[in-house]
């Protein structure tokens, strides 16, 4: 199983940035796929998580801003983040479990490498 995240980058407050999660190697429809972040110096924080029938639940703190959305045609999974703060700059994982959707970071099976995001005020 591989997952590979890509997408983030340097943008200003306000800017909008889609960041992608391409899995291969399990069935898209039989996992949870969760979005996961690192701040500097901070433990990693649940983001969002969505199973390809199923609902999708945020985050609390990036609900309204941030929307999960698939590509099932190309195993992919997005991250739509819009009117970005500099509070949302840090590393992203997308990770994977073949169970319900879940927010703990340790009930998942499989992880990506992580894509940085960087908001400048």
């Known amino acids: 199983v591989q997952l590979q995240a890509s997408g983030g980058g340097l943008v200003q407050a306000g800017d909008s940035l889609r960041l992608s999660c391409a899995a291969s190697g399990l069935s898209f429809s039989a996992v949870s796929m969760g979005w996961f972040r690192q701040p500097p110096g901070k433990e990693r924080e649940f983001v969002a998580v969505?199973?390809?029938?199923?609902?999708?639940y945020y985050a609390d703190s990036v609900k309204g801003r941030f929307t999960v959305s698939r590509d099932n045609a190309r195993n992919t999974w997005y991250l739509q983040i819009n009117r970005l703060k500099p509070e949302d700059s840090a590393v992203y994982y997308c990770?994977?479990?073949?169970?319900?959707?879940?927010?703990?970071?340790?009930?998942?099976?499989?992880w990506g490498q992580g894509t940085e995001v960087t908001v400048s005020s």
């Open positions: 969505s199973r390809s029938w199923g609902s999708t």
């Open positions: 990770a994977a479990r073949t169970s319900g959707p879940d927010s703990a970071a340790g009930s998942y099976d499989y």
